[in-house]
């Protein structure tokens, strides 16, 4: 999980931070371009979520396939295929490889039952409620994302690497400190799980570069020095 909360970290500051560096390099040569983050980590819906995260990419599919394929005009059904054939190609358009579709088909299933009934619900609710949420939901988006096989995103989060942080068997004890590589099976070690989870994210995909800076970084804070 710290290393799925390292990689939230990684691919937000990544994303947004070359779209301000743009706005600002546009502004110094008289172009004015739209901002492309407004704070996505702070929504309270994935519906929010979306009309706050890389909004030049949710504009343009909303433009140029969700509404010519009729948006929401022509029925509720209509309506959930739109939003199920705009967030598949969402997920292939970041790179060929199932895991992106998965993660593109998770959010398509979310903004349905959004669109049903939970929105409704979650406006109602207390904000901090809403926040959990969607949080909560965009980590196991980012693990999808983060792993083109989708078998490991399910060790990120392992429930009993959460509960326990025992040592996870796929990790090489070379890889461990001395101290965590001694210990013997079924005794918990601080900081083993977030070395654990970082083994279990090797890179974030086409593109998108590695997450061991920031997964190895919380590792080293947590105490579980590889230095």
């Known amino acids: 999980w710290l290393g799925v909360l390292a990689f939230a970290f990684q691919i937000y500051f990544d994303f947004s931070g070359y779209s301000d ?3 600002g390099l546009g502004r110094m040569l008289g172009f004015e371009f739209k901002i492309n983050f407004d704070y996505p ?3 309270r819906s994935i519906t929010e979520f979306w009309r706050r995260w890389h909004i030049s990419l949710s504009s343009w599919f909303r433009e140029y396939v969700y509404i010519p394929l009729g948006g929401n005009r022509k029925g509720l059904l209509k309506t959930y295929r739109n939003i ?6 969402t997920g292939i358009w970041h790179g060929a490889s199932w895991n992106y579709v998965c993660w593109g088909l998770f959010f398509a299933v979310l903004l349905m039952v959004e669109k049903a009934f939970l929105l409704s619900l979650l406006k109602k609710a207390p904000a ?3 926040h959990i949420y969607t949080l909560f939901l965009v980590l196991i988006s980012w693990a999808l994302f983060a792993n ?5 995103a399910f060790i990120v989060t392992d429930p009993t690497m959460v509960k326990l942080g025992y040592v996870d068997k796929s990790v090489p004890a070379g890889l461990l400190p ?4 001694d210990s013997g099976p079924g005794q918990p070690a601080f900081g083993q799980k977030t070395l654990a989870a970082a083994q ?6 086409r593109g998108h570069g590695p997450v061991f800076p920031g997964a190895f970084a919380v590792h080293r804070l947590s105490g579980g020095c590889l230095l």
């Open 21 to 23: 560096m743009a706005i």
């Open 41 to 43: 980590y702070i929504s």
């Open 84 to 89: 199920f054939v705009v967030w598949m190609l």
């Open 128 to 130: 901090a409620l809403g």
């Open 148 to 152: 083109e096989d989708i078998s490991r």
């Open 178 to 181: 001395a101290s965590a590589a």
């Open 200 to 205: 279990a994210l090797p890179s974030v995909g």
